[in-house]
């Protein structure tokens, strides 16, 4: 459902266009992992993957099962809520395993957040959590690297400004990209599979970003 939604509306709010590294569809069982910027990155994600017939369970804040429509949607699309900073949160990476095994991908966010920068320009992916290493490593799942750019023109800075860019968006219509890239298997003790993770999708997000043409500031991130 969530899927549904996101691919009928993001073409509304934007110009999506999505890339691969491989012609095959994505391996049953496999996690899926996205750099996270904006609150619209998620919806841009979920739009690119329905593209390529991929449906996934997300793991996401368990705040958001509290928002009443979103909520009930979550619940029936058997999507997996992170009690952040609670005894909890251990029991979604059980979820997500238990997901996995039943041949469903996973789209996880590494970094567990999202970038303080209030400005609408694009960012390297922050360095990630250990929550999907240790996923990769118990499930035996192999990792998918998605990259997207664009989002954050959607979508980013105050509260006021995310909801100005929300609305305004179909008349900008700014360009998105997201780029999947060719799925790796991690290896190594966690703090090692935690960095194969991060480079394989900063290298998809950095094709995303060339894709849209964006110059590079000198931080490495695309400019503004």
């Known amino acids: 459902m969530l899927s549904r939604i996101a691919s009928t509306l993001v073409p509304l709010l934007g ?9 095959g569809p994505l391996a ?11 609150l619209a990155d998620p919806a841009v994600v979920l739009a690119a993957l ?13 705040g958001l099962w509290r928002i009443p429509l979103l909520g009930r949607a979550l619940r029936n699309g058997g999507h997996i809520p992170v009690h952040r900073g609670t ?5 979604a990476l059980d979820d997500a395993a238990a997901a996995l095994a039943a041949g469903h991908l996973v789209l996880i966010y590494g970094e567990g957040g999202l970038p303080r920068r209030t400005d609408a320009g694009d960012l390297a992916p922050a360095p990630f959590r250990s929550g999907l290493a240790r996923l990769a490593g ?8 998605l990259g997207q750019c664009g989002a ?3 979508s980013s800075g105050s509260s006021s400004k995310q909801v100005a860019g929300l609305l305004t968006a179909p008349l900008r219509r700014p360009d998105l990209h997201v780029h999947v890239g060719a799925p790796v298997h991690l290896a190594g003790d966690v703090p090692a599979a935690t960095a194969a993770a991060h ?5 998809a997000w950095h094709t995303a970003v060339r894709r849209l043409g964006r110059p590079a500031a000198a931080d490495g991130s ?3």
Request: aromatic share 0%.
């Open 15 to 23: 110009s999506l266009t999505v890339t691969t590294d491989g012609d």
């Open 28 to 38: 049953p069982g496999s996690i899926i992992a996205a750099n996270h910027t904006s």
């Open 50 to 62: 329905h593209r390529l017939g991929v449906e996934p369970v997300v793991m996401a804040t368990a």
């Open 87 to 91: 005894h909890r949160a251990a029991a």
């Open 138 to 145: 118990a499930s035996g799942a192999p990792v998918v690297p």
């Open 152 to 154: 954050r023109r959607l």
């Open 199 to 203: 480079a394989a999708v900063t290298a």
């Open 222 to 224: 695309p400019s503004t």
